[in-house]
């Protein structure tokens, strides 16, 4: 997956949007001629814990509305679609951040994905297949305390 976000500081709380969509080639478990299709985004709420200190917390949750589909992809790597489905998806995210400077922000964070509404046909998916915990590394640019 890859995506980004945009979010506003008010205090310590912060709230904004957030987006993100699969990159990589992935055929169905049950069915590998078929590709699946996955991306989301939605509304992104938060608090920072101590944003002044060198090393600090956040924690923050994210939710949205996506779409899953299967389809078959296309020499010229198009996708066709041949059926999908709306998901609803809840991510919960803990945050170490480092602050480098007043523009640069270098956080380290973990998450976990509730996504419900995978069913596709035969081929479906259930939540505990994205229910998975998540590492990543995010860089943050902006003026910050």
Do not use: C
Not at 51 to 60: E, F, G
Not at 81 to 109: H, K
């Amino acid at each position: 997956m890859m995506g980004g976000g945009g979010r506003i500081l008010v205090g310590n709380a912060f709230f904004g949007g957030y987006g993100f969509g699969k990159t990589n080639k992935t055929t169905f478990k049950y069915n590998d001629q078929y590709n699946m299709n996955f991306g989301y985004g939605g509304l992104w709420v938060g608090y920072i814990f101590a944003p002044n200190k060198p090393v600090h917390l956040s924690l923050s949750l994210q939710t949205g509305w996506g779409n899953i589909s299967q389809g078959i992809a296309q020499d010229d790597g198009d996708f066709e679609t041949i059926e999908s489905n709306s998901v609803f998806v809840l991510t919960p995210i803990a945050e170490l951040d480092f602050n480098f400077s007043r523009f640069f922000i270098l956080g380290l964070g973990t998450s976990i994905n509730y996504v419900s509404g995978t069913g596709i046909a035969e081929t479906s998916y259930t939540t505990k297949d994205f229910f998975k915990p998540s590492v990543y590394l995010s860089f943050k640019f902006g003026w910050f305390y």
